[in-house]
């Protein structure tokens, strides 16, 4: 089973968190090019000082000025370094709908990574797995933990209900997308070791977002020789993630016929033209929004269930249309296909197609959590973009240095 560790993190001063830590991913570049233009303290400047020069990132160029941020940081007091060895529960809510993300931050074992002990779904780019490695050995730290996930088990939900409803939050702030953020340390040694006692219990930790992050935090301990190597991770019982999709949307390079496309659809689809934007309600079944008009499809073809990925709503789009119909074979790099986030309002979705954005959009119903553990277990890849997994961290609200 893999293991859990206290670290000592660097954390913002108390009253800088909102400051210092960066929302990547929901702030655009241009939002971020602003941050790191007008905000010295943000954890930006560690973590994308290319910005600054409004340049493609260059390791060899930009890397040292991370290290400049980080040590300004820290020297100036911004940023402060915990004495004692820590876990600590973090419990994000989401004020618009009340949605609640709890779990513990804290280490995991590198030597776990490589064991299969924290599975993964994803592959990796080589390169960008090595500038990670680059960034991390040049900073000395990690900025953002990886987003795992496992089973629900009692004591682990019990452990961490009690933390926050027993402590006051050591740290409390409201981001500018309207999200809570409470975090509570566990430094006494009985707390530390319930944790340590109940996480024992797991089978696996699953990478629910953060693959490269994953692959660059082991790689690093890796490239250094340093077999008991640790990581920053965030743990979040599966009951505690929201799963969206990927909307799949496409912009042929050539003339695109609607009308050909809907024929060559039916051979794999029941199809059914509906009245204004769809959102799939189960599995199986799709929108499709073409230019002026939308349409539900149920698949009616056979999929062979001795393999998970093939199980995927993904992937059955991947099979019968983009490979067969649009002859597209490789969807991650393929300049035809966009990939919209699954919480996009449907209505703006009509005005893009309908403006010529797209020549179609097709709106799929998110997996399951058990669909991911199952495809990690027998060791397979999912098709690129088949999850959108919240929480999403702040970079530079824990940090730990290596």
């Not at 943000?42 to 160029?61: G, I, R, T």
């Not at 051979?267 to 539900?296: D, H, M, Q, S």
Request: charged content about 25%.
């Amino acid at each position: 089973m893999p293991e859990i560790y206290p670290f000592k993190a660097l954390l913002p001063a108390p009253g800088l968190e909102l400051q210092v830590s960066a929302n990547t991913h929901v702030d655009d570049k241009k939002r971020q090019i602003e941050i790191i233009h007008n905000n010295p303290n943000s954890y930006l400047q560690v973590v994308k000082p290319y910005l600054k020069f409004n340049e493609d990132k260059d390791p060899e160029k930009h890397f040292p000025f991370s290290k400049i941020a980080i040590e300004k940081l820290i020297a100036e007091k911004v940023m402060i370094r915990e004495e004692k060895d820590s876990l600590y529960v973090y419990n994000q809510v989401n004020n618009e709908n009340g949605q609640q993300y709890l779990g513990l931050i804290c280490n995991v074992s590198a030597q776990d990574y490589y064991e299969d002990k924290i599975k993964v779904h994803e592959n990796t780019l080589t390169e960008k797995e090595n500038q990670l490695i680059s960034h991390i050995k040049m900073c000395g730290a990690i900025g953002e933990p990886v987003l795992l996930t496992h089973f629900y088990n009692s004591d682990i939900e019990d452990l961490l209900n009690f933390t926050i409803h027993n402590q006051i939050p050591n740290i409390e702030f409201t981001d500018e997308v309207n999200r809570k953020h409470l975090i509570y340390k566990v430094q006494d040694f009985k707390g530390i070791e319930a944790f340590k006692s109940a996480y024992k219990q797991l089978k696996d930790f699953y990478i629910a977002d953060g693959h490269h992050r994953s692959a660059a935090s082991a790689g690093y301990y890796k490239k250094e020789g340093i077999t008991n190597g640790h990581y920053l991770a965030f743990l979040v019982p599966a009951n505690h993630l929201h799963i969206d999709s990927f909307y799949r949307a496409y912009k042929s390079n050539r003339e695109f016929d609607s009308n050909n496309f809907l024929e060559k659809l039916s051979e794999f689809f029941e199809i059914k033209k509906v009245i204004g934007p769809f959102a799939p309600t189960g599995a199986r079944e799709f929108g499709l929004c073409l230019k002026n008009n939308w349409y539900t499809l149920k698949y009616t073809g056979k999929i062979d269930d001795s393999n998970a990925v093939n199980l995927l709503d993904v992937s059955i789009l991947e099979t019968n249309v983009f490979k067969v119909i649009l002859d597209i074979h490789d969807t991650k790099t393929d300049q035809q296909l966009a990939y919209i986030k699954g919480n996009t309002e449907i209505s703006i979705i009509d005005k893009e197609v309908n403006a010529g954005l797209y020549d179609l959009v097709f709106t799929v119903y998110p997996c399951m959590i058990e669909e991911v553990f199952n495809i990690a277990d027998q060791g397979l890849i999912m098709p690129p973009k088949s999850t959108y997994i919240e929480p999403k961290l702040r970079t530079g609200l824990t940090v730990q240095i290596v």
